[in-house]
């Protein structure tokens, strides 16, 4: 083993044992912030998945992740699917339309593909809303207690609810750590840093674009699903387009392209929001004000910066 | 017997024909070099020989089999290596990555991409340098980057589109060296500029003006022919 495979396992090992170690010293409120963060970062994660490594803009994210959340709600509404069940269709269901939407909007590239995602997502809005009678459109339904039991465990209890958002996000890390790794994550790259080249060394790059769509709607997907579970409610403003938004900045701020970006950009903007509204009503003012420093010191985001100026090594 | 062989091959812009029927065969371990003045259409008949353009008319048998319709990934797949005439590399990758990213299409098993890269690195030359980031390289290296991704690809028809150009003296001998090495075991398809280069390391000259084959013959025949010396090398090159 590698040096930097030593330093990288260690670093990632050790931000999850601290990850499982503070579900027991942090108090109740932030216990239950920190599960929310782990799994919409894992949403990040695939987003990252996508951006950060094939360097593939997306504006319709929110479609996957609501995928997941209607896949799972829906299968428990309408068909009283169990709980594992749920959770398997809702991935599912992502990785479906992760492949539909990635065979038409692969076709464009650039801008034009930011804007096809981004319709195809304000259309899976529009569909959830006008499907109101099961969906329940806007106003969203809510996934009963009796449901969220997932292996005997009890979802809606804090302690099982954080040591399954662990588990998800343990899952994502796993998947990230292992793509971009790979051979294939290190084409990914190569599609990212220059297409034609990667193209001319004989790599069927449309075929590698096709399989990071529906790697990052699935763990996107999978993201939703598990959101829906832990926290009991399935709404349509989770398809909406800042729920797109919403993991590309995640993912500049903490890092494009880095395994741990996603967590730390998650985080880092959820307590941003969450501090500055307890100071003043202004909150989104001082939330911008730091977004736009961070953009203009460290572009990279947190963890690229890191990256550019001690950890050369980090993935 | 021909490796490369492409009839009537025809590229129209327009109305402006870049390339108009041009019949090239090109046998099993030959070094062939393509020369002709600027905008005589040498780029585009090499994009269509490699799939970047995609052909108005005529076919490309590459390897026995019709690749005509083939996206340029699959040829490159079936064994053609293509080095860009304007760099392009990955420049924010270490060299190393940048050649193992040619290899490791070909070659799979973590010793044998080590083998393979630092193999094609240590015949360019750029072996101290395979930790640097490519885009730090100097001009003239970051040419020999993009030969050394062709080598390590170990394809069967090496396509080099001027890849001596902003190289020094000594490194153009160096490249000479290469390819009289490559010579009998790689079938290449050169395109240069350098007559010097030429005279010394092809086998045949194909002679491209105004989209159309001037000559074809050996490098002796070349510089001797008088229409080649009105189109392109100038009544002192040739005699240089």
């Known amino acids: ?13 050790g931000v999850l044992v601290a990850l499982f ?3 027991f010293v942090l108090p109740a409120y932030h216990h239950g912030n920190l599960a929310r963060i782990m799994v919409l970062a894992s949403y990040a994660a695939g ?4 951006f950060g490594y094939t360097g593939l803009l997306s504006l319709g994210h929110a479609l996957f992740f609501a995928a997941g959340l209607y896949g799972m709600g829906l299968a428990m509404s309408q068909f009283g699917a169990g709980t ?3 959770l398997g269709g809702g991935v599912f269901l992502g990785a479906l339309i992760g492949g539909l939407v990635a065979v038409l909007a692969l076709r464009t590239e650039g801008v034009a593909f930011m804007i096809v995602t981004l319709m195809f997502a304000q259309a899976g809005y529009l569909t959830i809303l006008y499907f109101g009678a099961y969906t329940r459109g806007d106003e969203g339904f809510v996934i009963a207690q009796a449901d969220r039991v997932f292996l005997g465990q009890d979802l809606s209890d804090p302690r099982n609810r954080y040591f399954f958002a662990f588990t998800i996000c343990c899952v994502s890390f796993v998947m990230c750590l292992s793509v971009v790794k790979s051979q294939f994550g290190k084409v990914l790259v190569a599609i990212r840093e220059n297409e034609e080249r990667a193209r001319m060394l004989g790599y069927d790059v449309a075929k590698y674009k096709l399989v990071a769509v529906v790697l990052s709607a699935t763990l996107s997907a999978l993201s939703g699903a598990a959101y829906g579970l832990l926290f009991g409610y399935v709404g349509a403003s989770f398809a909406s387009v800042q729920y797109s938004i919403f993991p590309l900045l995640w993912v500049l701020l903490g890092g494009a392209g880095t395994v741990l970006g996603p967590l730390v950009g998650t985080a880092f903007m959820f307590y941003l929001i ?6 003043t009503t202004a909150y989104m003012l001082i939330a911008g004000v730091v977004l736009v420093c961070l953009t203009l010191f460290a572009p990279q985001g947190l963890l690229g910066e890191l990256r550019r100026r001690f950890w050369r090594w980090l993935p | 017997m021909s490796l490369l062989s492409a009839q009537g091959l025809t590229k129209e812009f327009n109305g402006l024909m870049a390339v108009e029927d041009v019949t090239l065969e090109i046998p099993e371990g030959q070094v062939r070099a393509l020369i002709g003045p600027n905008g005589a259409g040498k780029t585009t008949l090499v994009g269509m020989l490699s799939g970047r353009t995609a052909p108005s008319a005529g076919t490309v048998i590459f390897d026995d089999r019709d690749v005509t319709a083939w996206p340029a990934h699959k040829r490159i797949a079936a064994g053609m290596g293509y080095t860009f005439q304007i760099t392009s590399i990955f420049s924010n990758l270490s060299v190393w990555e940048n050649v193992a990213l040619a290899a490791r299409r070909t070659v799979s098993g973590r010793s044998d991409v080590e083998n393979a890269v630092n193999s094609s690195l240590e015949r360019v030359g750029l072996i101290d340098h395979r930790s640097e980031e490519a885009g730090d390289l100097s001009y003239g290296h970051q040419r020999l980057l993009e030969i050394a991704m062709g080598l390590a690809q170990a394809p069967k028809l090496l396509i080099l589109d001027e890849p001596t150009q902003g190289l020094a003296d000594g490194e153009v001998a160096a490249f000479n060296q290469l390819i009289l090495e490559l010579a009998g075991t790689t079938t290449v398809l050169l395109i240069e500029h350098n007559m010097d280069v030429v005279m010394q390391v092809s086998d045949f000259v194909t002679v491209l003006d105004a989209g159309k084959i001037l000559f074809e013959g050996i490098p002796d025949d070349v510089k001797a022919n008088v229409a080649v010396q009105a189109a392109y090398l100038g009544g002192g090159h040739a005699a240089a």
């Open chain 1, 84 to 86: 594992g069940l749920a």
């Open chain 1, 1 to 13: 083993m590698s040096g930097d495979m030593r330093k990288s396992l260690l670093l990632h090992g």
């Open chain 1, 274 to 279: 969450d501090l500055s509204s307890g100071l």
């Open chain 1, 47 to 50: 987003y990252n998945l996508l």
């Open chain 1, 21 to 23: 170690t503070l579900q």
